[in-house]
């Protein structure tokens, strides 16, 4: 997709560096062991608010949450409704939160596109033959698509029926994107370092719920040309999830990449640029808007 579309959007990679292919709870449970179990409500409402940070600004989104009882064997609806949102700012043209259908189990089934997005609104009004617009229109799509599907996995789907044993760390071998920009960039081997701290507050301040804090952490496993002063770079990607162990139903999740390049200045000094960007959300359960844009608490 041009980059028109898409201005300040955080890359799909960004939202990933998980990986399912963690310990399954099916063979013996050790003393001590957490297992992430799917156990949703039959009824939810949640406010969702989703800060963004990049290229040094920042802004904050606000959505709603709705699920309510499935209908037979068929797909659980999670839908999803924007708030209002006075800070948007940069998160204003960040993938949007998106209504999405999940199975008995927890596992993704499809999405719905949102009615708000920056991208579809730009796109109607480009001037471009209605085949180029079409195009253009099926890819934001299938993008939309993997961004609402990437979401589900980090916060549910990668976790379910996985143990983990608190003080260790599960390493995973994967692979991640170096270099100048997104013209001038390669992929290299890296690790993922994924732990799990317990007896975490579920909601900073209240302590009578109790969750489990989960952390990957995706690093480069060698030095990315270390030879070369005007092209090494440093990279690390985290990714934080807060859920529920009995339930999965999360309460944050905290996605960041942190670069640093070193280029070299015409007098053959050598600069070092850093950047940082990412994207937050945190889910208050039992709120729901009223028609006056407020909210309150069921």
Known sequence: MPHLLRPFLLSASLLAGMSACVTSSHSRIPPGAVVLRFAWPETLSARVSHSVVSAGSQGERIYWWK??????????????QPGESPEAGVAAFADPEMSVLFDAEGAFT???????SAAMGLL?????APEQQEHLRRTLHASQEEVAR???????GHWRDVMLL??????FATKMWMGQNAFQREEVEAEERTTVEVGVECVPGEADKRCVRLRVET?????????????????????ELVTDP????????????EDEIDWCREDGTVSTRRTREGEAFVFTYGLEP????AWTRR
């Open 166 to 171: 608190p003080g260790e760390t599960v390493r």
């Open 124 to 128: 109607n009004v480009l001037p471009m």
């Open 67 to 80: 699920l309510g009882p499935g209908e037979g064997e068929g797909p659980r609806r999670l839908v999803v």
């Open 150 to 156: 990437i979401r589900w996995e980090q916060r549910v």
């Open 110 to 116: 499809g999405f719905e596109p949102p009615e708000d």
């Open 290 to 293: 009223t028609p006056s844009g």
């Open 246 to 257: 009995q339930t999965l139903l999360p309460y944050l999740t905290r996605s960041m990449r």
């Open 219 to 239: 690093a480069p496993l060698h030095p990315y040309k270390e030879s070369d002063p005007c092209e090494h770079a440093r990279a690390r990607k985290t990714f």
